[in-house]
């Protein structure tokens, strides 16, 4: 089955690790894997852009289905391989209910991260405004506190119950990429709890991204949110 399957990644991206971690926690190893860089902007390459004309990565395809939104591909794989690996969507309505709302929640987080990230590397220098990084900052906390409210009110250590779960797969990322990042363990103290008991899960360290093994440290731009 996953022989018929080509990913085409990028180290550290949470949207290429998502599919990732889906992958492992079906038990479908083995498909044929490519790493790119961003850095040297293969992600633009020709053999990217005859699977996904948006020019971005993940680019996945099994057999002749092709799912280039992480999302979708997650919910593609869950769905296709039911039996197969870990469940990771649960029969309780409930659950359910919750792990379908964090899931999606997990883009207005990544959005929120990326204004603060990315900001000096989106805007032009003659349109920055000190305001505007205060904004997206501020933006960014509030955001931040509140996962940990739903963190503190969880039933387990998971995002949507007892169980390891899309929600998790989706947004763990995400929460990955903000302490690679500098955000302060002490300022968030659910949020790390989460990121130090996820980043053991075999499916995780199994996909932990490359170049993050080969150079540890990060960087402290997240620091003062």
Known sequence: MAKDMTLLWGSGSPPCWRLMIALEEKNLQGYN??????????????VVMKMNPRGQLPSFKHGSNLLNESYAACMYLESQFK????????????EQA?????????????????????Y????????????????????????????????????????AGKSFSLADVTVFPGV?????????????PKLTAYYN????????????PPTWLETPQGQDTLKDV
């Open 33 to 46: 894997s490519t790493m790119l860089s961003f850095e040297k902007m293969e992600h633009k390459s020709e």
């Open 83 to 94: 039996s197969q690996g870990n469940k990771l969507i649960p029969d309780c309505p409930a």
């Open 98 to 118: 919750m792990m379908y709302q964090r899931m999606f929640e997990g883009l207005t987080l990544t959005q929120k991260m990326a204004d603060v990230i990315y």
């Open 120 to 159: 000096t590397w989106k805007v032009p220098e003659e349109e920055r405004h000190d305001s505007a990084v205060k904004r997206n900052k501020d933006n960014l906390s509030t955001e931040l506190k509140l996962w940990e409210g739903y963190l503190k009110k969880a039933s387990g250590s998971f995002l």
């Open 176 to 188: 990955a990429y903000l302490f690679r990042f500098g955000l302060t363990e002490e300022r968030y």
């Open 197 to 208: 008991c996820l980043k053991e899960r075999p499916s995780i360290k199994a996909s932990w």
